[in-house]
């Protein structure tokens, strides 16, 4: 599903109104009349979650667990508010640990 969303938000550009002359002449003897997905460079690729607001939304979700654990919150309790596993509640509440511990 994500692919087909992805797919439906690329542009079509014609090549013949953006490439010089003879790159569009290159590229011709390899494909013609079909769609070429032309990737990024990859220094200009924009990290995970950053466009859409996952990362900054994680981040205050794990930031948010490990407040309430401090508070007083169980393991338990805070799997059933957040639906994750035990497992990544205190993958989450390691994480923390280790990067106060660096501070």
């Given amino acids: 599903m994500d692919m087909i969303r992805r797919i439906?938000?690329?542009k079509y550009i014609?090549?013949?109104n953006v490439l010089p002359k003879h790159l569009?002449?290159?590229l011709q003897q390899y494909?013609?009349?079909e769609l070429l997905y032309v990737p990024r460079k990859e220094n200009s690729r924009a990290g995970w979650?950053?466009?859409n607001g996952t990362r900054t939304m994680?981040?205050?979700r794990n930031r948010e667990i490990c407040k309430r654990y401090e508070e007083g919150a169980?393991?338990?309790?805070?799997m059933e508010k957040y639906h994750l596993s035990e497992d990544s509640?205190?993958?989450i509440l390691n994480k923390r640990r280790a990067l106060l511990a660096t501070e």
């Fill in 58 to 60: 994680i981040w205050n």
């Fill in 31 to 33: 494909v013609q009349g």
């Fill in 89 to 91: 509640i205190r993958k």
């Fill in 14 to 16: 014609n090549g013949k």
């Fill in 74 to 78: 169980t393991i338990q309790e805070l």
């Fill in 49 to 51: 979650g950053t466009l």
């Fill in 8 to 10: 439906d938000e690329m």
């Fill in 24 to 26: 569009l002449e290159q």
